[in-house]
């Protein structure tokens, strides 16, 4: 079993992990409204 | 073909595992519900008894929806275009019953599901009509700031699902606060918002001129484009059942299906990428926020986090110490309003009702000596009733005017209110990392009961009858004895009259500030059931 600060180091662990996930979708988000934006662009050509 | 959509889904799949409330997670599964199936919520949000019900049945052409006087839609209502009609029930444990379109009222009003006791999480409509083009769905949703404060939440929490608004408001009244605070929270998600002004056909053209005047201005800071559009709902739904074309071009209505084909319809798709690349921008950003703030609090030590406990939970106490203040200043402005303004108008009445002694000569001098006891008896009669009546005509004619300082009396305990909970959650999120939950206080509903005047029978008409001995004097002396104390006792009983009108009066203000103190308090107590 994990003592308090091995639950804390592994909490924090974890919560950086998350992050990064939320920044991948992030960057992901924009990728697609960029590519909507330029998609858009090219119809109006 | 577009595969925007298609990513916007899978963002929203990959997100959902990150998210930590349900609310959240139901939004995305909605979310991505409506980009699957290429479907828009258009909500039709507002007030209460702005006729958000009418205006659906108005484009849907069909009264399907309840519609009434008090405040009605408690449940959430999807309405769409189906091959016949019917009313699917979905409940809170997560199982549907479909119900003839008839018994749709059992489950969706405050007055047959009170509180929503029938635990329903959602109604779906299907109408068999041309009007409501495939794609959109018209969302009826409770009216916000009536007494029935879990309306107001219900429809709160669905604004975050509105693709779509139409906000409806009432030429009469004009916009309130309330009501502009809860368009920027809409504002915040609908990707097309549209002012729907009703009640047009109460008002005159130039009144309802008037109003989207003072409407675009009080919104121009916020929602600056966005459209208003007069109409009548009731007048449109009357032309839509009668078949009559000068009726529904009267109404307006056609302008706002005009907008929910170009504005809405045609743009459906763009409008569905639109909501879903803002709600997950708000998601990401929210589940981000929540783990730096947990971070933050692992980097702070157990003392320093105990200590900012200490700090709220004291605060927290302040309010309760504030709420005795608050009632304190209440009981004072209450004690101030029955001293001063009853002080100067109790006399008025006291006036009008010693006049009406003018007319007591004509009742008793005038007529044969036979006719006297029948007389005097139908003047005992005259003064109780006549006085009586003259009392309550007068409360009545002053209500008004008592209701406008109870109104300002309110706003200031409502505007003392609203600092302390900011207050409270501005400490919440500096202290505690907890998100601002930006609760309005809501206006209380003014209450429509009038003053009750109790009084007992006096023995006015014995009295009087007694002097009926007097009669037997010789001439007209008796008649003049009895009109002498007639008049005392008209006199003593203005006196009672105005007492009983004080009475009932006081009672009466006592009764509308402490309903209105009930309303407001409520929202101190939500607030604190949410961060404590």
């Known amino acids: 079993m994990l003592d308090g600060e091995d639950a804390v ?3 924090r662990v974890r919560l950086q992990a998350e992050l990064a996930q939320l920044e991948q979708i992030r960057a992901a988000l924009e990728g697609v409204v960029s590519g909507g934006q330029q998609a858009t662009v090219a119809e109006k050509r | 073909m577009d ?14 595992p990150l998210l930590t409330t349900t609310a959240a ?5 909605a979310l991505a519900d409506r980009l699957m199936r290429t479907t828009l919520n258009v909500a039709v949000l507002g007030h209460f008894k702005r006729g958000k019900s009418t205006l659906v049945n108005a484009l849907v052409g069909y009264p399907v ?8 839609t408690a449940i959430v209502t999807y309405v769409e275009a189906g091959p016949a009609f019917s009313a699917a029930i979905t409940f809170q444990d997560g199982h549907t019953a479909v119900v003839p379109i008839e018994q749709l009222r059992e489950y969706i009003t405050e007055t047959e599901n009170p509180a929503n006791a029938k635990r329903v999480a959602a109604a779906v409509v299907q109408v068999p ?11 009826d949703t409770p009216g916000i700031g009536s007494t029935y404060v879990h309306n107001t939440a219900i429809a709160r929490e669905f604004v975050a699902d509105a693709d779509v608004a139409l906000f409806v408001l009432s030429v009469d009244p004009p916009m309130s606060a309330e009501e502009r605070a809860f368009l920027e929270e809409v504002a915040r998600f609908a990707r097309r918002l549209l002012i729907v002004l009703n009640k047009i056909d109460r008002y005159s053209p130039a009144d309802v001129a008037d109003v989207i005047t003072f409407t675009r201005k009080v919104v121009a800071d916020r929602v600056p484009a966005c459209p208003i559009l007069p109409v009548s709902a009731l007048l449109a739904l009357e032309g839509r059942i009668a078949g009559d074309a000068a009726r529904i071009e009267q109404s307006g209505i056609q302008a706002i299906e005009q907008f929910l084909v170009q504005e809405v319809y045609q743009a459906r798709e763009a409008l569905l990428v639109s909501a879903a690349v803002n709600q997950l921008h708000m998601l990401v950003s929210e589940a981000e926020q929540q783990r730096q703030a947990t971070l933050a609090g692992l980097a702070t030590s157990r003392e320093e986090l105990t200590r900012r406990l200490d700090v709220f939970r004291q605060r927290v106490a302040e309010l309760d110490v504030l709420r005795e203040e608050r009632d304190a200043l209440l009981r004072v402005a209450q004690a101030r309003l029955v001293d001063q303004y009853l002080g100067s108008a109790l ?29 005097v008896r139908a003047g005992g009669h005259w003064i109780v009733e006549t006085l009586r009546s003259t009392t309550v ?42 998100p601002a939950l930006q609760v309005q206080v809501p206006e209380p509903v003014p209450v429509t009961a009038h003053a009750r005047l109790q009084v007992v029978d006096e023995p ?51 009764e509308q500030l402490e309903e209105r103190r009930a309303v407001l308090e409520s929202a101190v107590s939500a607030v604190l059931e949410a961060l404590t």
């Open chain 2, 460 to 510: 006015v008409m014995l009295e009087l009858l007694s002097m009926w001995l007097m009669s037997h004097l010789p001439g007209r002396i008796g008649r003049w004895l009895i009109l002498w104390r007639a008049q005392r006792r008209l006199e003593d009983y203005a006196d009672r009259m105005v007492g009983s009108a004080r009475y009932a009066l006081r009672q009466w203000i006592a």
């Open chain 2, 347 to 375: 006399p008025t009445l006291r006036a009008e009702l010693l006049a009406l002694a003018n007319q007591l000569p004509a009742l008793i001098m005038e007529g044969s000596e036979r006719s006297l006891r029948a007389q």
């Open chain 2, 129 to 139: 009509t041309a009007r409501l083009p495939h794609g959109i769905r018209l969302v």
């Open chain 2, 3 to 16: 595969t925007t959509p298609t990513m916007l889904g899978a963002l929203l799949q990959q997100l959902e």
């Open chain 2, 65 to 72: 929806l309840p519609m009434g006087m008090v405040p009605l």
């Open chain 2, 393 to 434: 005509a007068w409360m009545q004619r002053e209500e008004p005017a008592l209701l406008d300082v109870l109104g300002a009396i309110t706003e200031r305990y409502r505007a003392a209110l609203q600092r302390a909970l900011d207050a409270l959650q501005a400490l919440a999120q500096d202290v505690l990392a907890v």
């Open chain 1, 9 to 11: 180091a592994a909490l």
């Open chain 2, 25 to 29: 997670a139901q939004r995305v599964h």
